[in-house]
């Protein structure tokens, strides 16, 4: 393992902001820790890197402990080993690109013909080369993040850490530079750990998404596990879209109630345990939308109103108000807002999480 | 994995580095130690003081009779008349000075470049000499006077040495320093508040006194308190214009209980304590308008702020900054060098008999190199020195915040509220009890300096340290830097303008410095501001003048070179 993190804990004062977290990075692996902010995930990136001091657990990097308070070790960021590539970049202006990207190597003390040919292949793999004497008031955005990146990744560290580093880009710059940074990732064969509150950035990145709340991991795995799978109602919520139905069981495994009485068969079920408040998880893209009077298609019909019609191109988004809650439908279909409808899902396509 | 925990071996410790850290901690201990003694010595001594019944190193007895002597019908006078001095001054100063930053920002002035220097230079013009230039004028047998008298056949002419003259020559001295401060507000202003009251139908002069003025009420407000706070703790212009006429305030209180018989030490230091509580409370007040101003709607952003014509006004407005410039700056200049190229006083230049001789004595004088030398190395060296301390100190409480940086941080802003005058006064008490040989030294004076301006040098680079993105440091970290690595490399590369710029900051205060240092020479230590005044007492105006001139050539000389070398100082 690369990052091997065990029952992190911290606290600000009487605070706890990170409550015994574990996680682990593996060789070459892209992990993604995704949350709404406040979560703790930067916070937890943080004390990874040593720019905050751990109140508890352990920390290792590369089989060695960083951080354990209990025993009083607390290595200091500098002999971590590691490459970070910061929110708002942390390009130094008074260096050009090749002194900032040179920096971990020259407090090093490795050798200047040494350094000029790491920075050399470092700006060549974020293809910078051109820019090297240039300052960094003289580039763009996009530019000083690759810059960052190059700093990040000389010298080979032995992982690489990244706290939202594409949240200052633009849209479109945004995309390419996910690839960017993944292509160089894999090239590098180091592991990763990256910070985001971008659902959309986690999935196509990663190899493995951890879900963040409130300081605690709600869930970890594959981006297809945390979309197909989540393990509550949050998970479901923040990765991806989704809408929730609250439902009651009846008894009969695989059969639930919604509000109004009608029966739905749902295949798919979360860890439950005793929670007695279940909902029903809908995707959009799952959910089909009929005319009130078409033939009911199956069981799994629920009777409805639509509130609300987007137009978004390759569908239209549907808010239709059944009994219980709304839904969020997407349909290539014309509907009339207000016209009675009903909507229908297949037994595998919907999952019951646990409430909140 | 977990199991396997403890076989994991724990990552060597380089020992190099950690020493490196541990010189951190040192810095920090010293740093705190250097600031808290500074501070806090003058501060004990002084409050020890006042409760004493004699002089320093001398017997005594415990005593509050030096309180009690405080509410004498003659002191009470004298806490009056300084506050009263005080008010006037910031009053006029402050709309003097934001009617000229203005006119000068916000309408088609014509003169603006040629203005804006000549205030620089008067910002810069020492107040001592200011002072000894309008006594030339305006004495009795001044210049103006005899312009009253013999031309204009006025017999009642104008008192210099006055309440009024101590105010005017005040308004003159502090007017630029308004100016300075109400030209950032008045510059970065919104401009979408003002379009938004013409859009709904206002004239200019509704927009200025209904949105302008407002917003911009807390700068006016907290420049007011400081104005007053410079005006009741400064000590060259009551001293030389007040003096004479038995005007006392109180900085010039203190300077006649130590150093005329009969004196009385413990007296002053209850009348320094007192300054130095009415001081505080100002600048307690200063902080929380400015604190509360930062949530007013000034956004900083610049542009759109439309420049108004001043049309048939265009003649007053030109009357009004060129007749400050000239009667703060020109006039002064002119008598001075006139008064040193004649040989005795006439008031008719063409009856003068000209002479080189005071440029001469000076060129020839052992005592005149030497307060000159002096002053260079009271300014450069002391300078230096100060800058350092305020350097580190804003690091540890801007950057790094080590447990008890709050210590650190309020006693370093402490002498903001002591006048020069009252901290010189607490040297003087502190140095007959500590086993050091300073006192008459040019050490003492710097020390002294260093405490008063600490403050001031520490939020000129602090302001800078905190706008230096954090993450910028914590990249030097990540990338093997050690903090005093990253401190190196990375701060103070980047923070170097403010260091500059409190630099020169330090090294005209100390320059220009009188108040902090009158209770403090002897013979071997004077620097310029004593020797001219020294002169002056004498009624050697001639030797005085001319001494004048070189000195305002080398403070106007030495910020040339600063700006040339140093281009980024200015700005600060």
């Known amino acids: 393992m690369s990052i091997t993190v065990r029952n992190l804990v911290k606290r600000?004062?009487?605070?706890?902001?990170?409550?015994?977290?574990?996680?682990?990075?593996?060789?070459?692996?892209?992990?993604?820790?995704?949350?709404?902010?406040?979560?703790?995930?930067?916070?937890?990136?943080?004390?990874?890197?040593?720019?905050?001091?751990?109140?508890?657990?352990?920390?290792?990097?590369?089989?060695?402990?960083?951080?354990?308070?209990?025993?009083?070790?607390?290595?200091?960021?500098?002999?971590?080993?590691?490459?970070?590539?910061?929110?708002?970049y942390a390009v130094w202006p008074h260096m050009t690109v090749a002194k900032n990207v040179a920096f971990p190597l020259s407090v090093r003390g490795v050798s200047s013909d040494e350094i000029r040919r790491q920075v050399d292949e470092a700006l060549g793999i974020v293809g910078l080369t051109e820019l090297k004497d240039r300052y960094p008031s003289q580039l763009s955005g996009g530019q000083q993040q690759r810059v960052a990146l190059a700093r990040a990744v000389i010298g080979k560290p032995k992982v690489l850490l990244f706290d939202e580093p594409l949240s200052n880009l633009d849209a479109k710059l945004r995309e390419g530079t996910r690839v960017e940074i993944r292509r160089i990732q894999r090239r590098l064969n180091v592991a990763a750990l990256y910070v985001t509150h971008d659902q959309e950035e986690a999935l196509t990145m990663s190899d493995r998404v951890i879900v963040m709340k409130s300081g605690h991991v709600m869930q970890a795995g594959k981006p297809r596990e945390l979309y197909h799978e989540p393990v509550n109602r949050f998970v479901g919520d923040f990765v991806g879209t989704a809408s929730f139905l609250p439902v009651e069981a009846t008894g009969d495994p695989g059969v639930w109630r919604t509000a109004d009485g009608t029966s739905v068969c749902v295949r798919r079920a979360a860890m439950l345990g005793n929670s007695k408040a279940c909902q029903l998880m809908l995707r959009p893209e799952s959910v089909s939308i009929l005319d009130d009077d078409a033939q009911a298609a199956g069981s799994n019909s629920l009777k409805g109103r639509v509130l609300e019609a987007s137009y978004m191109g390759p569908y239209t988004e549907y808010l239709v108000e059944v009994s219980g809650g709304t839904l969020k439908v997407h349909s290539q279909f014309d509907f009339a807002v207000d016209a009675p409808v009903q909507v229908h899902f297949n037994p595998d396509s919907g999952r019951i999480v646990p409430g909140e | 994995m977990h199991e396997a925990q403890s076989a994991v071996p724990i990552a060597r410790k380089p020992r190099l580095r950690w020493d490196r850290e541990v010189l951190l901690k040192v810095i920090y201990a010293a740093t705190l130690v250097l600031v808290v003694l500074l501070v806090m010595t003058p501060l004990a001594a002084l409050i020890y003081g006042s409760f004493r019944s004699s002089a320093p190193g001398v017997e005594g007895d415990w005593t509050i009779a030096n309180y009690a002597n405080l509410a004498s019908a003659n002191l009470l006078s004298t806490i009056w008349l300084t506050l009263l001095v005080g008010v006037l001054s910031a009053v006029f100063c402050v709309v003097i000075g934001t009617a000229m930053a203005l006119i000068i920002h916000r309408t088609d002035f014509a003169y603006k470049n040629i203005i804006t220097a000549l205030i620089g230079l008067a910002f810069y013009f020492p107040a001592f000499i200011l002072a000894m230039a309008w006594i030339i004028l305006g004495s009795p047998g001044g210049l103006i006077n005899f312009l009253f008298r013999d031309v204009l056949g006025i017999t009642d002419g104008v008192k210099i040495y006055s309440v009024a003259g101590i105010v005017f020559v005040t308004i003159l001295h502090q007017v630029p320093f308004v100016y300075l401060l109400m030209r950032g507000p008045i510059i970065s202003m919104d401009g979408v508040f003002e379009e938004a009251?013409?859009?709904?139908?206002?004239?200019?002069?509704?927009?200025?006194?209904?949105?302008?003025?407002?917003?911009?009420?807390?700068?006016?407000?907290?420049?007011?308190?400081?104005?007053?706070?410079?005006?009741?703790?400064?000590?060259?212009?009551?001293?030389?214009?007040?003096?004479?006429?038995?005007?006392?305030?109180?900085?010039?209180?203190?300077?006649?209980?130590?150093?005329?018989?009969?004196?009385?030490?413990?007296?002053?230091?209850?009348?320094?304590?007192?300054?130095?509580?009415?001081?505080?409370?100002?600048?307690?007040?200063?902080?929380?308008?400015?604190?509360?101003?930062?949530?007013?709607?000034?956004?900083?952003?610049?542009?759109?702020?439309?420049?108004?014509?001043?049309?048939?006004?265009?003649?007053?407005?030109?009357?009004?900054?060129?007749?400050?410039?000239?009667?703060?700056?020109?006039?002064?200049?002119?008598?001075?060098?006139?008064?040193?190229?004649?040989?005795?006083?006439?008031?008719?230049?063409?009856?003068?008999?000209?002479?080189?001789?005071?440029?001469?004595?000076?060129?020839?004088?052992?005592?005149?190199?030497?307060?000159?030398?002096?002053?260079?190395?009271?300014?450069?060296?002391?300078?230096?020195?100060?800058?350092?301390?305020?350097?580190?100190?804003?690091?540890?409480?801007?950057?790094?915040?080590?447990?008890?940086?709050?210590?650190?941080?309020?006693?370093?802003?402490?002498?903001?509220?002591?006048?020069?005058?009252?901290?010189?006064?607490?040297?003087?008490?502190?140095?007959?009890?500590?086993?050091?040989?300073?006192?008459?030294?040019?050490?003492?004076?710097?020390?002294?300096?260093?405490?008063?301006?600490?403050?001031?040098?520490?939020?000129?680079?602090?302001?800078?340290?905190?706008?230096?993105?954090?993450?910028?440091?914590?990249?030097?970290?990540?990338?093997?830097?050690?903090?005093?690595?990253?401190?190196?490399?990375?701060?103070?590369?980047l923070s170097l303008p403010s260091i500059q710029g409190a630099y020169f900051l330090l090294f005209m205060a100390f320059f220009r410095e009188m108040s902090s240092v009158v209770l403090l020479f002897t013979s071997n230590s004077k620097v310029i501001s004593i020797s001219i005044w020294g002169f002056f007492e004498g009624a050697d105006w001639g030797l005085a003048s001319s001494f004048s001139v070189l000195t305002t050539l080398i403070i106007f000389g030495v910020i040339w070179l600063i700006v040339w070398l140093m281009p980024a100082a200015r700005r600060v």
């Open chain 2, 197 to 493: 009251a013409r859009a709904a139908g206002a004239r200019s002069h509704h927009v200025l006194f209904r949105i302008t003025l407002p917003l911009l009420s807390y700068s006016l407000l907290s420049s007011l308190i400081l104005t007053f706070v410079l005006a009741i703790e400064q000590f060259a212009i009551p001293a030389m214009l007040g003096l004479p006429g038995h005007i006392t305030l109180l900085p010039t209180q203190i300077y006649l209980l130590v150093r005329f018989p009969p004196t009385d030490y413990g007296l002053a230091a209850a009348v320094g304590l007192t300054l130095a509580a009415l001081t505080s409370l100002a600048i307690l007040a200063q902080r929380r308008v400015t604190r509360a101003g930062r949530m007013a709607t000034v956004t900083g952003k610049a542009g759109h702020l439309r420049t108004l014509p001043l049309g048939r006004w265009r003649w007053a407005a030109n009357t009004f900054c060129f007749g400050f410039v000239f009667l703060s700056l020109i006039l002064p200049s002119l008598i001075l060098i006139y008064m040193s190229v004649i040989k005795w006083y006439v008031s008719n230049p063409f009856l003068a008999q000209y002479t080189l001789r005071n440029y001469e004595f000076i060129w020839n004088s052992a005592d005149a190199h030497k307060s000159i030398w002096n002053t260079l190395i009271v300014s450069g060296v002391g300078g230096i020195f100060g800058v350092a301390l305020a350097f580190l100190t804003s690091y540890f409480t801007v950057r790094l915040k080590p447990p008890s940086y709050r210590l650190l941080d309020f006693t370093a802003s402490l002498p903001f509220g002591v006048p020069g005058m009252v901290m010189a006064l607490g040297f003087l008490w502190a140095y007959a009890y500590l086993p050091l040989p300073f006192y008459g030294t040019l050490a003492l004076i710097i020390v002294a300096f260093i405490t008063r301006y600490l403050p001031y040098a520490t939020e000129a680079i602090g302001g800078q340290l905190v706008q230096i993105d954090k993450s910028l440091e914590e990249a030097a970290w990540v990338g093997g830097a050690t903090k005093l690595g990253g401190l190196r490399r990375i701060l103070l590369p």
């Open chain 1, 12 to 88: 600000y004062g009487q605070l706890e902001v990170v409550h015994s977290i574990s996680l682990d990075v593996a060789d070459g692996e892209f992990v993604s820790l995704l949350g709404p902010s406040g979560c703790g995930k930067t916070t937890t990136l943080r004390c990874i890197a040593g720019l905050e001091d751990a109140s508890g657990g352990s920390i290792s990097i590369d089989g060695k402990i960083v951080s354990e308070p209990e025993k009083n070790v607390l290595v200091p960021t500098y002999s971590r080993d590691i490459g970070m590539v910061f929110q708002s």
